[in-house]
């Protein structure tokens, strides 16, 4: 079973950068693409970012196009999330998600596209 487990969040200042990351465990060889999803409290959980293994462009949301990327292996061991320029409405519980499909858009920003998911890490962004 694969197991995702995210870490790195912290608190902030605005304007200040952070990376976060996630770690694979068991078979990650299965997973194709990996995703940063977000959720502020009362909000749903939405696409950060998401990039496919072995090649392709990787995927941003508009709020964080320019301040924000993804990187990682394309075993599915690590991935990260460089944050710069951190705002307030970025502050949120970060999740690391792993599909065995090879994602583009619309699917990458969905949700229910994913079969892993870890348990998030806590980024919070003071003003």
């Known amino acids: 079973q694969v197991q995702l487990a995210e870490s790195g969040g912290a608190l902030v200042q605005a304007g200040d950068s952070l990376r976060i990351s996630c770690t694979g465990s068991?078979?990650?060889?299965?997973?194709?693409?990996m995703s940063w999803f977000r959720q502020a409290p009362g909000k749903e959980r939405v696409f950060v970012a998401g990039r496919r293994h072995f090649g392709g462009s990787p995927f941003y949301a508009d709020p964080v196009e320019g301040r924000f990327t993804i990187s990682g292996d394309d075993d599915g061991r690590h991935l990260y999330l460089q944050m710069t320029d951190l705002k307030p409405e970025d502050a949120a519980v970060y999740y690391c998600?792993?599909?065995?499909?090879?994602?583009?858009?619309?699917?990458?920003?969905?949700?229910?596209?994913?079969?892993?998911w870890g348990q998030g890490t806590q980024v919070s962004v003071s003003s």
């Open positions: 068991g078979p990650t060889y299965t997973i194709n693409t």
């Open positions: 998600a792993g599909a065995t499909t090879i994602l583009g858009r619309p699917l990458i920003t969905r949700t229910g596209s994913y079969s892993y």
